[in-house]
């Protein structure tokens, strides 16, 4: 997973001054009190500078003076386990993760497993005073990146401008049938029915929300599609219903779908976030491979 940014933050980072020459990784075994598994995770993890610079070579050459940064947030991911949630990036104000197919995104029910909950449990673990704010949803079955602020004014500023933060979003799906037009857009009216099924509409039917989604087909075969989904707007159920739209709905889709099943979940994955951060104003981006199985299916 390729990973476009580094942590900045220096409340979040170890300080030592080096006294005598060495490579870097055996000085870090020598002064980090981890295992040799975990020093070398952080520094591939871009979880260690050198004089204000990241560094991520094993012999990277120290010398007396220099002053090196060791991240306690990367050697706290290193700790971090759960089959639901992988964690990308974390800073003080906000974290970014990878979320796999059957958990919420937040709680809908006492015991339901949510991603906001398992956030919560890490952070009290790893003893950082701050619970999980949860800026934006992917559907349970959705699997695919997300970003949670770490406290209330940096929600807030998600919340207030989420799409001048956010600059880019995009999805993959696998479409069942093959999609004949090789890129396109569509634009319609999204609201929910009484039984809060999302219904599309060429014009607002009153209280509806404009929905744009621009598509571009990677792959096909004659049976299916892949499909990237870039969101100019991010409204409930917005690609799936999209898809439904365009007479390819996303297979293993049990609320808009056909019944096209290949891969027996929701094939669609949110696989690029990226966003200027609300508090230093750097520019983040995130990306994380296609699902194994997606790529298997058009290998077949």
């Not at 075994?29 to 560094?55: P, W």
């Not at 699997?143 to 995009?170: C, N, P």
């Not at 390819?248 to 056909?258: A, I, M, R």
Request: proline share 3%; with cysteine.
């Amino acid at each position: 997973m390729r990973i476009n940014t580094g942590y900045n933050r220096e409340g979040d980072y170890d300080h030592f001054v080096v006294s005598q020459p060495a490579p870097l990784l055996e000085w870090l075994l020598q002064n980090v009190k981890e295992s040799r598994t975990k020093v070398k995770a952080t520094l591939q993890g871009r979880g260690i500078k050198v004089d204000g610079k990241t560094v991520t070579q094993f012999d990277f050459a120290l010398q007396p003076g220099m002053k090196v940064a060791v991240s306690k947030t990367k050697r706290n991911q290193q700790r971090f386990k759960s089959r639901y949630v992988k964690i990308v990036y974390e800073d003080r104000w906000l974290i970014v993760v990878e979320k796999q197919v059957g958990i919420l995104s937040m709680a809908a029910g006492h015991k339901s497993l949510n991603v906001k909950s398992v956030l919560d449990d890490y952070f009290k673990q790893s003893r950082q005073k701050c619970t999980a704010h949860v800026v934006h949803r992917l559907d349970r079955d959705t699997s695919g990146l997300m970003v949670f602020a770490k406290d209330i004014d940096t929600e807030q500023a998600f919340e207030h401008d989420w799409h001048q933060i956010v600059y880019d979003r995009r999805y993959v799906a696998v479409l069942s049938g093959e999609v004949e037009q090789d890129e396109g857009t569509i634009e319609n009216w999204l609201k929910d029915n009484k039984a809060y099924i999302t219904y599309s509409s060429p014009v607002d039917p009153g209280g509806g929300k404009y929905a744009i989604s621009h598509f571009h087909v990677l792959q096909r075969t004659t049976d299916h599609s892949l499909v990237e989904f870039r969101l100019e707007t991010g409204r409930k159920n917005q690609i799936r219903v999209h898809a439904a739209d365009m007479g390819h709905p996303v297979c293993g889709d049990n609320k808009y779908g056909n019944g096209d099943d290949p891969l027996h979940r929701l094939c669609l994955h949110a696989w690029l976030l990226c966003f200027t951060h609300p508090a230093t104003g750097e520019r983040l981006e995130f990306e994380t491979p296609l699902p194994t199985a997606f790529k298997q299916l058009f290998k077949r």
